[in-house]
T-cell receptor, first 112, second 112 residues
């Protein structure tokens, strides 16, 4: 059983398009995250949600909008895609203080 | 702000060689420290962690000791295998369900 799943795994699209990446966790965790990994493998937090509420929103363009319809899902919608958005996006979840974060397999976004 | 600095890669070793990947951190509080591993084409997996000074985390032959006096959490393994080839990330977490702060990752290649 997959603990944290993301769809799609690969996404190739053109500049200016709008796209969404979905994340689901079946672990019953109350906190979910989106991380971005750039071409140099540098990982950085983008958003963090706890019990469906945004608790951290790092400095990302407002073209990125996370949406959490329920505790098990955290989707990432991106408007007006740019070349620099090309990266691997990882979803993660955790439960409790200083808990282990479980990562999804990643979504490789390529903007052409 | 909080940050993690890792040694630059790539690191190339022969099988059965000794591995050290240096990691130092800067944090305002008393963080928990982690090593995550990313195998080719996969998401991140927690390798080991330590939550307080002098704790030693260990897993799969890898070890790291939380050194508060030197603000370090170096990863070591006595005898690496080809299957250890991956990117290794050092990370810290300050408290609660806060996101991880990652280092830039160190790529390890082990050759037979």
């Amino acid at each position: 059983d997959t603990a944290v799943s993301q769809t799609p795994k690969y996404l190739v699209t053109q500049m200016g398009n709008d796209k969404s990446i979905k994340c689901e966790q079946n672990l019953g965790h109350d906190t979910m995250y989106w991380y971005k990994q750039d071409s140099k493998k540098f990982l950085k937090i983008m958003f963090s949600y706890n019990n469906k509420e945004l608790i951290i929103n790092e400095t990302v363009p407002n073209r990125f909008s996370p949406k959490s319809p329920d505790k098990a899902h955290l989707n990432l919608h991106i408007n007006s895609l740019e070349l620099g958005d090309s990266a691997v996006y990882f979803c993660a979840s955790s439960q409790g203080e200083l808990a282990k974060q479980y990562f999804g397999p990643g979504t490789r976004l390529t903007v052409t | 702000g909080d940050s993690v600095t890792q040694m630059e890669g790539p690191v190339t070793l022969s099988e059965e060689a000794f591995l050290t990947i240096n990691c130092t951190y800067t944090a305002t509080g008393y963080p928990s420290l982690f090593w995550y591993v990313q195998y080719p084409g996969e998401g991140l997996q927690l390798l080991l962690k330590a939550t307080k000074a002098d704790d030693k985390g260990s897993n799969k032959g890898f070890e790291a000791t939380y050194r508060k006096e030197t603000t370090s959490f170096h990863l070591e393994k006595g005898s690496v295998q080809v299957s250890d080839s991956a990117v290794y990330f050092c990370a810290l977490q300050i408290s609660g369900n806060t996101p991880l702060v990652f280092g830039k990752g160190t790529r390890l290649s082990v050759i037979a």
